[in-house]
């Protein structure tokens, strides 16, 4: 018998065996298992459990959790190893070396980063920032869920004292079809959420009651590309949370800069953060509006606009409806800003192709009667890394168009 037939039986995995021709995926390293690929389970199985997965001719294809929905297998291992302490150490070693590779971790003047980007770190379902000291974790599967005090002693033996504390975050992120019911709270250590450096810039994060896990690390590397750009103008920042783009912008030299959420708890927010960097400066104001409504009856008034809302589509379902959000509101700022302006716009919405995306930016140019080229093609940051084999994880999408 094959050496990975008798591993298999030692740990005794419960198998789930693919249809026939469902097995090239995961020959390709995609590390998604669908529910109708699915020819048979053998054995009991409950969510969040690891399982084998092999191919209908009994070849050994991959390790990972199982969960209920249309996703059935989450890999984090297409080899057949020993998944213990030593595993997971390795895991967020390799990923907390890569950060090390990228400067990250030693940047003075920048101590938040993504440390885990599921699938484009092998650990689908796991999500880490880490905030000068504290790691916040943000579980996606129940398989990860299950694991997370496992998988913060790890992360402290990989991070030694630079590690402080652990935080879950997942009360909001476990999958709905799940009985298990997540809290928030510290799985080791204690702070208080406080404030962290984006190259120089400081910004006040609070990972307990805060969007996400406290902060969008994810758009570190475009806001500081605005600061480029907004010498002289005066800037819009629509959906601003905490405010990141406006500041970059106060950086740059703006003339005036208005920052616009409906969430007053956000103005709050990017009040706190404006105050921490350009204490007492009058060129900027925050105003708790609807953004469309804000929107209405602006021309001429701003000549660099920047749009960066939640995903306007998280399910499949719901693309029609995002897609026609993106037009509607790229239309209002085309129609809105100044000639000679630049629009910074973005979709965060992970079913969104970068085609459709511009299909519907490029839609409401034309509807507003604008001339408009594309300066720069935006994405996510290199911590937050896509893997060749999961193109899915190229969620960020984002262009600067210069408006005539």
């Not at 789930?16 to 390709?28: A, P, V, W």
């Not at 925050?286 to 008034?301: C, E, G, L, P, T």
């Not at 000549?303 to 995002?322: C, E, Y």
Request: aromatic share 12%; net charge neutral.
């Amino acid at each position: 018998m094959p050496e990975k037939q008798l591993f298999f039986m030692e740990n005794n995995y419960t198998e789930i065996i693919l249809k026939s021709g469902k097995d090239q995926s995961l020959k390709r390293f995609h590390p998604w298992v669908f529910s109708g690929a699915v020819k048979q389970i053998n054995g009991q199985v409950d969510e969040g459990q690891i399982v084998m997965v092999k191919s209908n001719h009994g070849e050994f294809l991959g390790i990972g959790h199982y969960q209920i929905g249309s996703i059935a297998v989450r890999i984090f291992s297409f080899e057949n190893v020993p998944i213990d302490n030593h595993f997971w150490t390795q895991k967020l070693q390799h990923a907390f070396d890569l950060r090390k590779v990228l400067l990250l971790p030693a940047a003075s003047q920048t101590n938040v980063y993504r440390l885990v980007h599921g699938e484009g770190d092998g650990m689908p379902g796991l999500i880490i920032d880490y905030y000068n000291g504290t790691a916040v974790f943000q579980m996606h599967s129940i398989g990860m869920h299950c694991i997370r005090e496992q998988l913060a002693a790890c992360l402290k033996e990989v991070m030694g004292d630079e590690l402080k504390a652990v935080y879950d975050k997942s009360s909001k992120t476990i999958p709905f079809k799940s009985d298990v019911e997540a809290h928030d709270g510290f799985i080791f250590g204690e702070s208080l959420p406080g404030i962290v450096s984006e190259y120089g810039n400081r910004f006040k994060v609070d990972w307990e009651d805060g969007q996400k896990t406290g902060f969008f690390i994810d758009q570190r590397e475009n806001r500081k590309l605005i600061q480029q750009y907004a010498s002289g103008r005066d800037v819009l920042n629509m959906f601003c949370y905490t405010g990141g783009f406006s500041f970059y912008a106060m950086q740059g030299g703006a003339n005036m800069v208005h920052s616009v959420d409906a969430s007053e708890k956000a103005i709050a927010l990017t009040n706190e953060n404006v105050e921490l960097n350009f204490p007492g400066d009058k060129r900027h104001k925050a105003f708790a509006a609807d953004v469309f409504d804000f929107m209405r009856d602006i021309k001429n008034r701003y000549d660099l606009i920047v749009l960066d809302p939640p995903a306007f589509a998280k399910h499949q379902r719901s693309l029609p409806q995002a897609l026609r959000g993106y037009k509607r509101i790229n239309t209002r700022a085309f129609e809105q800003i100044r000639p000679g302006g630049i629009l910074f716009t973005f979709s965060c919405s992970q079913v969104v192709s970068k085609d459709k995306f511009r299909e519907a930016v490029f839609s409401a140019a034309a509807i507003a009667h604008r001339n408009v080229r594309i300066i720069h093609q935006l994405t996510q940051p290199v911590d937050h890394p896509v893997s060749i084999y999961h193109p899915e994880g190229e969620y960020l999408k984002g262009l600067v168009l210069y408006v005539e």
